[in-house]
């Protein structure tokens, strides 16, 4: 019997990416092959994606592209991921092309599902869980150099402008020894560097051990050379952590710290829990106990009433901490939110860009600084793979900062390959990249 075959196609964040990897795993067992064009499909999954507009915009402007597919073979359509969880009936009310939807928490259910859509029937499951966190399932992972493991699932905090709480459900974390068990796994695979995800990563607990346990557990793992972990809050760092983070040579040198916004009564809108000079004294904090800690962050302009005031103080925030980059996001009112059923969306989308852009010019100027200035440095990087030209390598600094530099010219062997971490002069830099010379 011919097998059926499946193409995902993922968008978003990594969670999704590492979710993904999961539903692989629950496909594979029930008998789905794999390919890799939604022309030789006979199921297309789009895993989704709803923190802003754009996102969902990309979704349905993939779903379009898949219309004709569907007229002329009858291929069957599933959305997972947020976007299902968020818009459900939504997404499948009147004519539309959907057959399946499943929310992050219901993926063993999918199956099912589709086998029943095969016959002709629609159905969704987008029920959340307290304790799904797949731990019995081995992602189905392409083997590389980096690998990432989700040690948390869901958030808690109810940051106002966020739908994450409402897509991924409440909190819970998997056991220390299971996420130990599957780096020591991607370590015997030949993974060099493990990033452990969490929409809030360091509240993690199992009951028995804290995010600083477990990311020293994992750094301790044989044959992985680097731990990193996406995305902490501020509210969880206590000096057990940053002692974690400082003291093992493994854990790489690098915080994302989202900061969201720079004055207190948007930060308090926005129930982020803390002020603008408690979030500066975590920062001091850091870079006393750590000083070669490289920080970046999130922001969002333009949040409900956020005056050009309240705004000055955002852009002097970032201008007086100097992060060596920044994701900056307009706000985009998100269906369900505490934000959209509470407070007027009403900073015009004119001034909302506008200030974006005014972050991204600032905070661009500090980035190209700070890599100029690691011009004739040595440094060590993570070599991932071939860069944008074959004759290239592409690494990573231990602040995650990509550095290109030139291979070995054949027909001389390259000694260098993927997995390697070797040191580098630094020659020359932009705004993102490193220009380098193998020591
Ligand atoms: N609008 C704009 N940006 C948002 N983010 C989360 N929700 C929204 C929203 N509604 C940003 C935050 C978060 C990052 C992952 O996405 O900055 O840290
Ligand atoms: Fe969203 Fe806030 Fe949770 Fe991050 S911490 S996922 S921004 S609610």
Not at 58 to 63: A, D, E, M, R, T
Not at 118 to 137: H, P, Q
Not at 407 to 430: C, E, M, N, R, Y
Request: hydrophobic fraction near 40%; charged fraction near 25%; aromatic fraction near 8%.
């Amino acid at each position: 019997m011919r097998v059926p075959q499946v193409f995902i196609e993922t968008f978003g964040c990594q969670m999704n990416e590492y979710d993904t990897e999961l539903v692989r795993t629950i496909l594979k067992a029930r008998g789905y092959g794999f390919t890799d064009s939604a022309d030789t499909a006979d199921v297309v999954l789009l895993n989704t994606c709803a923190i802003r507009e754009n996102a969902h915009n990309k979704v349905y402007g993939h779903l379009g592209k898949l219309k004709p597919l569907k007229e002329e073979r009858g291929l069957v359509i599933g959305v997972l991921g947020c976007m299902a969880q968020n818009l459900k009936q939504d997404l499948l009310a009147g004519d539309s092309l959907i057959d399946v939807l499943v929310g992050p928490d219901s993926y063993r259910a999918l199956p099912d599902l589709l086998e029943r859509a095969a016959g002709g029937r629609k159905g969704m499951v987008v029920d959340l869980s307290e304790y799904e966190t797949y731990a019995d399932i081995v992602p189905d992972r392409i083997e590389g150099i980096t690998g990432w493991i989700a040690v948390m699932r869901g958030c808690d905090n109810f940051c106002t402008f966020c739908v994450v709480p409402y897509t991924r459900g409440r909190e819970r974390s998997r056991d220390l020894i299971g996420i130990v068990r599957e780096a020591e796994a991607l370590a015997a695979s030949g993974c060099k560097q493990v990033t452990l995800l969490g929409q809030n990563v360091n509240s993690y607990g199992d009951g028995s051990h804290d995010f600083a346990d477990l990311l020293l557990a994992v750094a301790d793992v044989r044959g992985i050379e680097r731990v990193r972990f996406t995305s902490p809050h501020p509210k969880d760092f206590p000096d057990k952590l940053l002692e974690a983070v400082a003291g093992h040579p493994k854990i790489c040198k690098h915080i994302h710290l989202p900061l969201q916004a720079g004055n207190d009564r948007i930060l308090q809108l926005m129930n982020r829990t803390y002020t603008r000079t408690e979030y500066l004294a975590l920062l001091d904090r850091i870079r006393q106990r750590c000083p070669a800690i490289v920080l970046t962050t999130d922001i969002i302009a333009g949040f409900c009433s956020e005056t050009e005031a309240e705004f000055a103080e955002t852009y002097d925030l970032v201008q007086g901490v100097e992060y060596h980059s920044a994701y900056i996001f307009k706000y985009s009112e998100r269906k369900n939110t505490i934000a959209a059923r509470k407070f007027a969306d009403d900073v015009p989308d004119a001034i909302k860009a506008e200030r974006v852009a005014r972050l991204v010019e600032l905070q661009r100027g500090i980035s190209l600084k700070k890599n100029r200035a690691l011009i004739g440095q040595v440094v060590e990087v993570l070599v991932e793979g071939d860069g944008k030209r074959s004759d290239q390598w592409r690494a990573r600094t231990e602040g995650n900062i990509v550095t290109v530099f030139p291979q070995t010219p054949f027909p001389f062997s390259d000694p260098i390959k993927p997995g390697s971490l070797i040191s580098v002069h630094i020659t020359d830099a932009t705004v993102t990249t490193l220009y380098a010379q193998a020591v």
